[in-house]
């Protein structure tokens, strides 16, 4: 079975087409994943942390994409929730790379080691 991690990075608080479109696109991705049958994960690091507070407004474009995937939602990045001030810490938090000076931040080499490919937006 196929294995893809999706992470997103972009920030919704700069209210670009852009930073919406790399979510939408992540969220479209896991959507086409899940339908498929294929293991899909979804994590929020860095700015992206702040993304799922966002996507659960009713009125977001991305609502519904985001209801559809949420349940493939893996966590959010420790140690960026600590730096970027994510408020929505309904999802885990991931810090199985303990980098020090830091809460954690998820572990790319352990996705890789089970088999992931990991995609970025």
């Known amino acids: 079975m196929k294995k893809t991690a999706i992470v997103v990075l972009s920030d919704p608080k700069t209210g670009s087409e852009e930073a919406l479109g790399r979510v939408f696109n992540a969220l479209a991705v896991a959507y086409d994943c899940k339908t498929k049958g ?4 979804i994590i929020f690091q860095g700015t992206g ?3 799922p507070e966002v996507l659960q407004e009713e ?3 991305a609502h519904s994409l985001y209801s559809e995937v949420k349940d493939k939602i893996q966590g959010i990045s ?3 929730a600590d730096v970027f001030g ?3 810490l309904n999802y885990d938090l991931i810090k ?3 980098v020090p000076g830091t809460s954690g931040f998820p572990s ?3 996705l890789q080691k089970d088999g992931f ?3 970025t937006f």
């Open 78 to 80: 420790c140690g960026c």
């Open 49 to 51: 942390s702040r993304w």
């Open 108 to 110: 790319f080499v352990k």
């Open 38 to 41: 294929e293991k899909v994960v």
């Open 86 to 88: 994510a408020n929505d």
């Open 59 to 61: 009125d977001h474009p």
């Open 117 to 119: 490919t990991i995609i």
């Open 96 to 98: 199985e790379n303990k």
